[in-house]
């Protein structure tokens, strides 16, 4: 007998307010490992907040969160501030204006990281870089600064920071959304091979196709709670929410 | 009209020694308010801390609410009511690095704050502690933005420094004041001080813009 699978984010009950505004109320979740998760929904539907409670960037009131076996969240109540930097380390996170560091070169955004917080050799730190950089497509950018890329290429260089950390699982903030449209296409390619091989991931996305083609399970979000969720052909042939139904409709007829 | 430059040009070697004075006054005020500058700055980032913050406020509304003249003199004729007698130039030193300090910090906090708040939750992301992103991330990129600020600031401390003549420092005011004394010569004698004054802000001047320009080419700047 296998010992049960834990799921590397599990939300329950998680609730969150900006003042007045209940962005979630209620949201149980799980991501479990090499799951990629993709999370829709109209924008206000708190699928960013939920993201962000993640990895600590956003405190959530109430409910509890427990990511990599380890409870960020419990009663409202937050990780002390070394145990949140700990855990930090093995979440990745991927955001919407990608968040480079500007005075840094490629190589020095992806090795600062690992040099700093998980003592590497610059040597070390450097042969992963580049390992990395590879995979994402930019080997021959590693002495540029973040300055000179493209969209495109400043979010593949930030997914490279992420997975220099060697993260357990990966949060991405609707990583295309900041993109011009033909450099959409090269970022989800790159999220699709880290999907391949196996990579636990969190994903709040508009692209619908890559949601079909990638997700392991599809979760549509609405005014702060997760209306339903399961596989993208569940979701998107055969939804059981009319929210769900006016909202693929929404972003179809966008497209 | 007669211009008679005779008694700034025999008096030559004692301006030049005034100007190293002024420069030595300066330079100590610069090194001392950058410390301040930097430490009130980061004190008054996060008005939750209420105690740095509230502390660190006060001390920017107090020193940059009063005169330096003032404050120059409360260290120096000030002090020793009670009993406490510092030399001139010690006085002249930390008086204006400490009012310099003061304008300093505001700089320093309105560079930090105006590095993307989405440079801080990368690095925090990443898993550094705030200390360390502030270190590695924040700050290397503030102080480029610091740099034209900090050339006015610099420069306004190289005039002000004038003041410090009346703390009997035998800065380049005091003895140009010297030579007008004996000489009353005064026009020439100004005259004479302002190039002088006017070169070495200049200097300062065209110094920060390169550091400017060395820091920029790194592409710190988007």
């Known amino acids: ?93 991927v955001f919407q204006s990608f968040n480079l560091f500007p005075h840094l070169t490629v190589l020095g955004n992806v090795t600062v990281a690992p040099r700093k917080l998980r003592g590497l050799s610059a040597a070390e730190a450097d042969a992963t870089a580049r390992r990395l950089l590879d995979k994402v497509g930019l080997r021959d950018k590693t002495d540029a600064y973040p300055g000179t890329l493209s969209g495109g290429q400043k979010q593949r260089v930030a997914i490279a920071r992420a997975l220099a950390m060697q993260p357990q699982v990966m949060l991405f903030d609707e990583p295309t959304s900041a993109l011009d449209p033909e450099l959409v296409g090269e970022v989800l390619r790159v999220m699709k091979a880290l999907a391949g091989e196996g990579m636990t ?3 709040v996305t508009h692209e619908m196709a890559f949601a079909r083609e990638v997700a392991d399970v599809v979760a549509v979000m609405d005014q702060g709670v997760v209306l339903e969720s399961g596989p993208p052909e569940q979701i998107f042939d055969q939804p059981l929410h009319a929210r769900t139904r006016e909202f693929l409709q929404a972003v179809s007829t966008r497209a | 009209m007669d211009f008679d430059f005779s008694p700034v040009w025999s008096g030559w070697s004692d301006l030049a020694h005034g100007a190293l004075i002024t420069v030595e006054v300066t330079t100590g005020a610069i090194a001392l308010g950058c410390v301040i500058g930097l430490l009130i700055g980061l004190g008054r980032l996060d008005p939750r801390r209420r105690l740095v913050f509230g502390a660190c406020t006060a ?28 030399p001139a130039f010690f006085c002249g030193v930390v008086g204006m690095g400490m009012y310099s300090g003061a304008y300093v910090s505001e700089i320093v906090r309105g560079a930090i704050q105006s590095v993307d708040r989405g440079q801080m939750e990368a690095a925090r992301s990443l898993g550094m502690p705030y200390r360390m992103a502030m270190r590695e991330i924040i700050v290397p990129q503030a102080v480029i933005r610091m ?20 703390l009997t420092i035998a800065d380049l005011m005091h003895e140009g004041q010297k030579i007008i004394s004996v000489s009353y010569r005064s026009l020439e004698t100004y005259l004479a001080i302002a190039l002088v004054y006017f070169v070495l802000t200049n200097l300062t001047g065209l110094a920060l813009r390169r550091v400017e320009r060395k820091l920029g080419a790194g592409g710190m700047l988007q």
């Open chain 2, 147 to 166: 740099i034209p600020p900090l050339g006015n600031e610099f420069i306004a401390l190289i005039k002000n420094s004038s003041l410090v003549s009346l």
């Open chain 1, 201 to 203: 991931m969190m994903v």
């Open chain 1, 1 to 93: 007998m296998n010992p049960p699978v834990k799921p590397i984010i599990r939300a329950r009950g998680l609730t969150k307010s900006f003042g007045p505004v209940a962005v979630l109320r209620g949201i149980d979740f799980d991501v479990m490992p090499s799951q990629v998760k993709v999370v829709i929904g109209p924008s206000g539907s708190g699928k960013s907040t939920l993201l962000r409670c993640c990895n600590g960037l956003e405190t959530a009131d109430g409910g509890s969160l427990e990511i990599c076996g380890q409870t960020l969240v419990d009663a409202g109540r937050m990780l002390p501030d070394a145990a949140l930097n700990a855990l930090r380390m093995n979440v990745g996170m």
């Open chain 2, 59 to 86: 001390y920017v509304s107090f020193v940059r609410g009063t005169p330096l003249l003032v404050q120059l003199f409360i260290w120096f004729f000030g002090l020793p009511h009670f009993g406490i007698n510092l």
